[in-house]
């Protein structure tokens, strides 16, 4: 296995451990280790197109690297927010906004249930009997905040 290591050219090594560090940063995303991989390949490309190049220049050269493409990243996401086509993807409460929901437990001192779909939630708003109907103005956690209609 050693003499097959051995015979590797080193450039390739570098070119290699780009690619897999960009697999790895597919399969487990965290938009870090797709840096480091275009600090290696970059390494690649230079140690091909510099034959003489020691491996500890590389090693250097690496690291050195690995810092600036991961600073440059994140400057370039500040600088470019990556911005959800849903940005209330994940919060419930704000895709019920504007909803029209059924009141099941009446709304007394400004708190009761209301019916979305097929639950309940805990709502906070103007009173209303069991059975109105109240619109969703916004979400408090897990309770809606509600009005009448």
Avoid at 60 to 85: C, H, M, Q, W
């Amino acid at each position: 296995m050693s003499e097959w290591l051995s015979t590797l050219d080193q450039h390739w090594f570098w070119l290699s451990l780009g690619l897999i560090l960009g697999a790895i940063e597919m399969l487990a995303p965290g938009f870090f280790l797709m840096w480091l991989g275009l600090a290696a390949i970059i390494v690649g490309l230079l140690s091909w197109l510099v034959p003489g190049m020691i491996i500890p220049m590389q090693v250097a050269l690496f690291a050195v690297l690995s810092v600036l493409t991961v600073y440059a990243g994140k400057r370039f996401l500040k600088d470019n927010p990556i911005e959800s086509d849903d940005p209330a993807l994940n919060d419930k409460g704000a895709r019920l906004t504007g909803e029209i929901v059924t009141v099941v437990e009446a709304i007394e001192n400004g708190r009761g249930r209301v019916r979305v779909g097929d639950s309940e939630w805990n709502a906070r708003g103007a009173d209303a009997a069991i059975g109105a109907r109240v619109r969703v103005t916004g979400a408090d956690g897990a309770v809606l905040l509600v009005e009448g209609v």
